[in-house]
């Protein structure tokens, strides 16, 4: 049974044009976290919400927003999408912040021409 | 700043070897440490989660150790299979759940 869940599972999407990003959980989790992969790269965390606090990391683009509605979902927003953020797109889960395993999910392979 | 190094960056070995990958980080203060796998363009697979007072977790083929104080971590995989061909990424649980990847070991193992 599929946990995280990510929609689409690839996207295609013109320079400048905002381009949004789903994550659904079933897991009832407290954390949700976005994670950017550019190819051959570890997984850099963009950022989380624990509960509806919103975290951003330091280093993380302006370009780059998220929204979380409910428990469930969570939404990463690129409004102007450049080259430079093709990538693989994680969302990651977790039951609480510190000492818990964080599960993710199959990820949105985002294209940028 | 946690750095996390894993080595070697590439690994091809004979179905049916033992194997072991290696992960390095600098900062020893962490919560746990988490081995992933990762298929060519897919997401992560959690395979062995070990809390800072650990020193082991077994799973099946799979056993992860952990040295906090030394800032070392090995997975090793016993009887190799083809199946086993992927991208092991060991990640570091700082303050706050932040996980920091190392670079990963791209294993092939030869049928």
């Known amino acids: 049974d599929a946990m995280v869940i990510q929609n689409p599972r690839y996207q295609v999407t013109q320079f400048g044009k905002p381009v949004t990003l789903s994550c659904s959980q079933t897991l009832n989790h407290n954390v949700m976290y976005w994670y950017q992969q550019k190819s051959s790269q570890a997984p850099k965390l963009l950022f989380h919400y624990y509960d509806k606090d919103f975290n951003n990391e330091a280093d993380t683009p302006d370009n780059f927003q998220s929204r979380r509605p409910n428990t469930s979902f969570c939404f990463l927003d690129i409004r102007s999408p450049g080259l430079g953020d093709t990538a693989m797109y994680l969302c990651a889960t977790s039951r609480e912040l510190a000492v818990y395993e964080q599960y993710f999910g199959p990820g949105t392979r985002l294209t940028v021409t | ?111």
């Open chain 2, 1 to 111: 700043k946690q750095e996390v190094t894993q080595i070697p960056a590439a690994l091809s070995v004979p179905e049916g070897e033992n194997l072991v990958l290696n992960c390095s980080f600098t900062d020893s203060a962490i919560y746990n440490l988490q081995w992933f796998r990762q298929d060519p363009g897919k997401g992560l697979t959690s395979l062995l989660l070990i809390q800072s007072s650990q020193r082991e977790q077994t799973s099946g083929r799979l056993n992860a150790s952990l040295d906090k104080s030394s800032g070392r971590s090995t997975l090793y995989i016993a009887a190799s299979q083809p199946g086993d061909s992927a991208t092991y990424l060991c990640a570091v649980n700082n303050a706050g759940n932040m996980l920091t990847f190392g670079g990963g070991t791209r294993l092939m193992v030869k049928p």
